[in-house]
């Protein structure tokens, strides 16, 4: 019997992981239909990325759920959504100052993500990616089904946005509706999706007991 494939033990990700989940994460976003309209100058593409996402899976390792496989090949970026909970502290200056001259138009995409985003509480899937030479190993569903079992216990639903039909299909096998997608201003769709909660519910007392 053949052991199991190479990277599927999941572990939580440390600050230590921040450089190489940013270098995992930019290297499968470069080629993305979003990315590249929000960056089109392919030099520039790789600055912002490396920017804005060592910013962001820094402060979400911090504050949400980091998950990696052992390898660092593959990786899930989780947040909590709660209304009472300390807001995401960067504000337009931060944004001008990491994505210099992409910084209207990540507005723009921010502002069609959050005209889907529930303001009730929610699990956010951030980020779902694995590394190329690791696409059939099936670890983008390990991920999820590692965290899944931690939402239901909430009861909060999840909801995500997603850039490609691909990605989109891979959620609804894992359980995810897609909605109707939203159009970006001379640009691509983006597919949201979202997941119900399914609370565990306690088993019932024996009566004859």
């Known amino acids: 019997m053949s052991g199991p494939a190479l990277g599927t033990t999941i572990r939580p990700a440390t600050p230590h992981d921040v450089a190489a989940i940013t270098v995992l994460l930019a290297g499968a976003l470069d080629g993305d239909p979003v990315i590249q309209w929000l960056l089109p100058d392919p030099t520039e ?13 820094d402060h979400a390792i911090e504050t949400g759920t980091v998950d990696v496989t052992l390898n660092l090949s593959a990786v899930a970026v989780w947040r909590r959504h709660d209304p009472e909970a300390p807001r995401w502290p960067l504000g337009d200056h931060h944004l001008t100052t ?25 699990h956010w899937l951030s980020w779902l990616a694995v590394h190329s030479a690791y696409q059939r ?17 909430t009861g909060w ?4 946005v997603v850039t490609t039909e691909a990605a989109r299909d891979m959620l609804s096998q894992q ?3 897609a909605a109707m997608p939203l159009n970006l201003p ?4 983006l597919w949201p999706l979202s997941r119900r909660a399914r609370p565990v519910r306690p088993t019932a007392a024996c009566r004859h007991c």
């Open 98 to 122: 990491f994505a210099g001259t992409a910084a209207h138009r990540l507005a723009t995409l921010n502002s069609a993500i959050d005209s889907y985003r529930s303001w009730a509480p929610h």
């Open 175 to 177: 359980g995810y509706h």
């Open 157 to 160: 639903p999840v909801y995500t």
């Open 45 to 57: 593409r790789v600055t912002v990325l490396h920017r804005l996402l060592a910013v962001d899976v």
């Open 137 to 153: 190993q099936g670890l983008a569903g390990e991920l999820l089904r590692r965290h899944h079992p931690v939402v239901d216990g």
């Open 186 to 189: 001379s640009g691509p769709k």
